[in-house]
């Protein structure tokens, strides 16, 4: 079987949501939603420090990229600290020690190949970044089949990386109430373009967590 293209698993020059599997220092499986992007035939990920992706990817030299197109999985995982985190099935991956995760559209096996340190000025502060390049050794491209990006959908995944944004701010002692009201407004974009939908209760779900986190429930 002929190796699929990084275009064919969806990537674009364009940073899309995907979830990275490392290994941690004890070998167990590490999952994370990161932002990844095609650079002609290598994929590019940015990681601000301190991240285990990072430290993982740059200790063994190797992780897998699992593309799905679930917003509920990929939000869950990414806010674990605010939601309960999904049930994961790491299976073998070929060629590499890091395992994929069940389930997704498609794979790709990488390789580590070039880091490169730069800090970005942003509302958060000034923060170090890692450009991180890998090399594809394997692309699978498991369901083809087309779905529709539903708009409530991508309401929830911004509220999701705005989210992950506050409690960084937060954490910096900066303050979160511009944010938050963007929170809630995206949240309620969610909950009425699909009232009954499964990402319209993550969305709500995913507000009170915050707002409990934050001291405002």
């Known amino acids: 079987m002929l190796m699929a293209s990084l275009r064919e698993l969806g990537l674009r020059e364009a940073p899309a949501e995907v979830l990275l599997s490392t290994l941690n220092p004890d070998s167990s499986p590490h999952a994370a939603v990161v932002g990844a992007r095609a650079r002609g035939e290598e994929v590019e990920m940015r990681f601000f420090s301190p991240s285990s992706s990072l430290s993982n990817l740059r200790r063994e030299g190797e992780g897998v990229l699992n593309v799905t197109d679930d ?3 990929l939000v869950r995982v990414g806010l674990r600290r605010l939601l309960p985190p999904p ?33 970005v000025e942003d509302e958060l502060g000034t923060s170090p970044v890692f450009r991180l390049l890998c090399e594809p050794v394997r692309v699978e491209v498991v369901s083809p089949c087309v779905r529709p990006f539903l708009r409530s959908e991508f309401f929830l995944l911004e509220a999701a990386v705005l989210a992950s944004r506050v409690m960084v701010a937060r954490e910096r002692g900066l303050k979160v109430r511009r944010m938050m009201e963007e929170i809630r407004r995206l949240v309620g974009e969610c909950v009425r373009l699909s009232p009954c939908s499964r990402e319209a209760e993550t969305a709500e779900e995913l507000l009170r967590a915050l707002e409990r986190r934050l001291g405002e429930g």
């Open 71 to 73: 917003v509920d999985l």
């Open 87 to 119: 049930p994961l099935q790491f299976l073998p991956s070929p060629g590499l020690r890091t395992p994929r995760i069940g389930g997704m559209r498609g794979y790709a096996y990488l390789r580590l190949k070039e880091v490169q340190e730069e800090v």
